[in-house]
């Protein structure tokens, strides 16, 4: 049985006291109001995942995440942030290939395939963000596009290796717009790059691979995007911001 994630990136948002806060409203409500068995993840500014380890170190149910990681593991890359470094300091999460980094960073497939690497060999989860633009949506074959967001970044992987990945699908016309994708495109989405997973690596692993959905998701909207037979949690940006709102979608899980 596949693992049912609510993960919540925050991109750069939040104050070093609000950012805490948010942190320990979400534990324990995730403590006291969430029954069902799932796994949440908060990915804040790196700069504060030591600060909030002591939020979560008695919670199992809610780890930690950082939004990126560079493609080595050491070395003269000013400003950047290391997966050893997120190990050493216990962080178990790592977003890769966010549709903003590809965006505003220009990170290339080939890259992110490198990063994925790296985490795994410093112990890390990746969450493997793929996704199409709207124009590509309305011109191009977008499923197929996709699809070689995974082949030529994680395909390269074992399959012990690709075990271990958790994808996150977000179209980025949804993403911050309001415009959530209806729950029957996040499906057929999903089934097919749930079929692309079992041509390269068999059913098992297909099947056991944690597809999440993210793009404007809400606790309004939650709960039908994730009833989907192949949708297993979300990635939130905007409404994890909000404790209560993100604890209601981690309710709809
Ligand atoms: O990482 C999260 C996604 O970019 C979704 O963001 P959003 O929920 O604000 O649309």
């Given amino acids: 049985m596949r693992k049912k994630i609510v993960a919540g990136n925050w991109k750069m948002n939040k104050t070093l006291d609000e950012a805490l806060a948010l942190t320990s ?3 324990n409500m995730v403590n006291d109001e969430v029954t069902r068995d799932v796994q949440v993840i908060l990915c804040p500014p790196a700069l504060y995942l030591t600060a909030l380890n002591k939020y979560v170190e008695n919670s199992p149910r809610v780890a930690l995440g950082a939004q990126n990681c560079h493609q080595k593991a050491s070395g003269a890359f000013t400003g950047e942030i290391a997966a050893p470094m997120l190990q050493s300091i ?3 999460y790592v977003l890769v ?3 903003e980094r590809r965006q505003y960073f220009g990170e290339t497939n080939a890259q992110l395939a490198e990063k994925v690497d790296l985490s795994l060999a410093h112990g890390l989860t990746p969450i493997f963000c793929c996704g199409e633009s709207l124009d590509q949506r309305q011109n191009e074959d977008f499923i197929g596009f996709v699809k070689n967001q995974l082949t030529e ?3 390269h992987l074992t399959a012990e290796d690709f075990s271990k990945i958790v994808i996150a699908y977000e179209p ?3 993403i911050g717009t309001g415009l959530t994708a209806s729950s029957a495109q996040a499906q057929d989405m999903h089934a097919a790059l749930r079929g692309h997973i079992a041509d390269q690596y068999g059913a098992e692993v ?4 944690s597809i999440l959905y993210g793009g404007s998701v809400s606790a309004a909207s939650a709960e039908e995007l994730f009833a989907c037979p192949d949708v297993d949690g979300g990635l939130v940006g ?4 909000k404790s209560r709102e993100f604890t209601n979608i981690i309710k709809a899980r």
């Fill in 153 to 155: 970044s994680l395909f």
């Fill in 206 to 209: 297909a099947e056991g691979t």
């Fill in 97 to 99: 290939g966010h549709s």
């Fill in 25 to 27: 409203e979400v534990v």
């Fill in 90 to 92: 216990g962080i178990q």
């Fill in 238 to 241: 905007g409404a994890s911001l």
């Fill in 172 to 174: 980025i016309w949804a």
